[in-house]
């Protein structure tokens, strides 16, 4: 199949949930910098925090005929207007609710690449017009990602990583707390950024970030988007196994910057389990369906997330009591 470039739009997906605030910040960034020509598709995730879906149908009356709100998410349009709202009647996660986005601009002639981006990111440069000049040029490019800056305005250094193994995650879940405490960091090594300092302007990485990245569609159609057997975690790993298996690469644009600011952490209970249960499930499934790890391996991973997920809500409860 030939990916070389043909003259369309960039598709940016972007994902909500219970948190409009920094979706219309990340789309105001956007239309603050962006050059390039674009269209959004936001795809809401079934919130289900009081008026979260009602303030994202309001901000796109600023569009007017240039929008588009979906109750059906099944439904194809051979063209999207400028900004498209999915409402999805469940969570789907990461990995399904972005291939929402990405089925509904399948058909879309005029869309020639797509930009997953988290809705927790800002733009501070017209980076797209830049990303696709990189794309283009690269003949084994997958996915491009720009270098992600926190709110404090620092690199984010595990923007460059390679990929991990089941021994070291194994050793990671095992050994956590006591890592910590010794001050060893497994993922220093998974970094190919060491410092600040003489960022290259492109680096091949393994994992790129899922928070902002370029990818062209017909390329994304061509590995099956996003692995829908995951709910969360885990997603660039799978992404970096697809590519390269037909010999593609990811890169890093060291030269340009967005702000990633983060999910807000959360302390409760229920939702530390749900996490922690989420990245044990997705790493299961890649060890099983793309590593081809043996059962007996594969166990010992389960124990040892089992004891770290223990052991963490134990800390955190002893935590929470001891603050009462």
Known sequence: ???????????????????????INCIE???KYNTADIKYVIVDNNSNREGCKKELIHYLKKYGKNSLVLDNDEQQYTELPYIT???????????????????LVEKDKEVSDILILNNDTLFIQDIIPHLLRYYYSLPDAGILSPLLYNKENVPDLRCGRKNTNIYKEIIRKMFNYTLVLTRIDLSRKEYLLTSIENIPELLEIELPSGSCMLINKA????IGYFDPN???????????????????????????????????STSTWETSKFLLECEKNSFVYYWKEYEKHSTILILLYKYAAYQHKMLHMLIKKYIKGSKK
């Open 1 to 23: 199949m030939n990916f070389n470039r043909e003259m369309g739009k960039t598709a940016i997906i972007i994902l909500n949930y219970n948190n409009y605030e920094d979706t």
């Open 230 to 264: 995951t709910f969360l975690y885990v997603e660039e790993n799978i992404l970096y196994k697809k590519l390269t298996s037909i010999g593609k690469k990811n890169y890093l644009c060291g030269n340009l910057k967005c702000i990633h600011l983060g999910g807000a």
């Open 29 to 31: 960034s956007i239309e």
């Open 85 to 103: 709202l999915i409402l999805s009647s469940k969570n789907d996660g990461y990995a399904r609710g972005n291939n929402k986005g990405l089925k």
């Open 219 to 222: 390329l994304f159609s061509k």
